[in-house]
Nanobody, 115 residues
Framework: QVQVVESGGGLVQPGGSLRLSCAASGSIFSRYTMNWYRQAPGKQREWVAT???????NYAVSVKGRFTISRDNAKNTVFLQMNSLKPDDAAVYYCNAEYFQMNAWGQGTQVTVSS
């Protein structure tokens, strides 16, 4: 079973930056489509960004131009660089790995945006 572990969350002021990391197990990490989702208190989990096996990226409208998803297949890791953070970006951020029927989730990492 694929294990997914997020890290890098924390407290940041509005306008600040944070980089999340997600390490996934497995010898075929390069074949996984990797996604970031987030869930704020009282709200449904929402999709944030995707990076495909070929490196194609896609973003939710709310984060486009501010967030960047990338991957390092040699390290089995995907990143989410978050710039110009807003209070509305505060949430638990989850990493998701997809490969055919495999769909693995991490435990999440908390991002707090507050002055």
């Amino acid at each position: 079973q694929v294990q997914v572990v997020e890290s890098g969350g924390g407290l940041v002021q509005p306008g600040g930056s944070l980089r999340l990391s997600c390490a996934a197990s497995g010898s075929i990490f390069s074949r996984y489509t990797m996604n970031w989702y987030r869930q704020a208190p009282g709200k449904q989990r929402e999709w944030v960004a995707t990076i495909t096996t070929g490196g194609v990226t896609n973003y939710a409208v709310s984060v486009k131009g501010r967030f960047t998803i990338s991957r390092d297949n040699a390290k089995n890791t995907v990143f989410l660089q978050m710039n110009s953070l807003k209070p509305d970006d505060a949430a638990v951020y989850y990493c998701n790995a997809e490969y055919f029927q495999m769909n693995a989730w991490g435990q999440g990492t908390q991002v707090t945006v507050s002055s």
